[in-house]
């Protein structure tokens, strides 16, 4: 099996611009997702296969991946952007998937 | 599409314990459900996934065996199933639908599992 690591806080000035990363030797194979948990929330997806925006999901919120790391981007961050974020894809088998460890967003 | 899961369970440890995900008839018939688990204040975790048409059924491997994934046609449902609950079982479940690629962006709203003597 595999694991995908991220780390486990970063902070953004409000506007700014944030970028969470998400390795794994999954990554360079299979496509990642992306989801957005406030506190006490269902997750919400943001990103899937990479860097596509579900329809409800605003523009400032991009993504990619290369080789085994994967990228969310945050240009002009917001308050309400203040969350966890997971990364998601399947294992090095493709047979099962996994979720990251989750990333505290924290704008100030 | 929109998943259903069943109410908060409160179960003592060895006692059995089945929950549930309803979804739509086109969703089962061609979309992957899966179930993730998140302890409160904790991050979260993959738990297991299921094609309904023909019940593929994948495991966490540290769940294998413990747990049991199934889905009834008739009523377009998904199921997980304990025989015998601990209390590391504790949690809130989420299912979520899935293509063959990517997730398809919908999940449920979650059933609290608590497990206590």
């Known amino acids: 099996s595999s694991e995908l690591t991220q780390a486990p806080d970063v902070s953004v000035a409000l506007g700014q611009t944030v970028t969470i990363t998400c390795q794994g030797n999954?990554?360079?194979?299979?496509?990642v997702s992306w989801y957005q948990q406030r506190a006490g929330q269902v997750p919400v997806l943001v990103l899937y296969g990479d860097h596509r925006r579900p329809s409800q999901i605003p523009d400032r919120f991009s993504g990619s991946r290369a080789g085994d790391t994967a990228s969310l981007t945050i240009t002009g961050a917001q308050a309400e952007d203040e969350a966890d974020y997971y990364c998601?894809?399947?294992?090095?088998?493709?047979?099962?998937?996994?979720f990251g460890p989750g990333t505290k967003v924290t704008v100030l | 599409v929109q998943l259903v899961q069943s109410g908060a369970e409160v179960k003592q440890p060895g006692e059995s314990l089945t929950i549930s995900c309803k979804t739509s008839?086109?969703?089962?018939?061609?979309?992957?459900i899966g179930w993730a688990r998140q302890v409160p204040g904790k991050a979260l975790e993959w738990v297991g996934i299921i094609y309904c048409s023909d019940s593929d059924v994948r495991y966490r491997p540290s769940l294998r065996g413990h747990i049991d994934i199934s889905a009834d046609k008739s009523t377009n449902t998904v199921y997980l199933q304990w025989g015998s609950l601990r209390a590391s079982d504790s949690a809130i479940y989420y299912c979520?639908?899935?293509?063959?690629?990517?997730?398809?962006?919908?999940w449920g709203q979650g059933t609290r599992v608590t497990v206590s003597s």
């Open positions: 979520y639908n899935s293509g063959s690629y990517w997730p398809n962006g919908n």
């Open positions: 999954s990554l360079t194979i299979y496509y």
């Open positions: 998601h894809s399947r294992d090095s088998s493709g047979h099962l998937w996994l």
């Open positions: 008839e086109e969703s089962f018939a061609t979309e992957w």
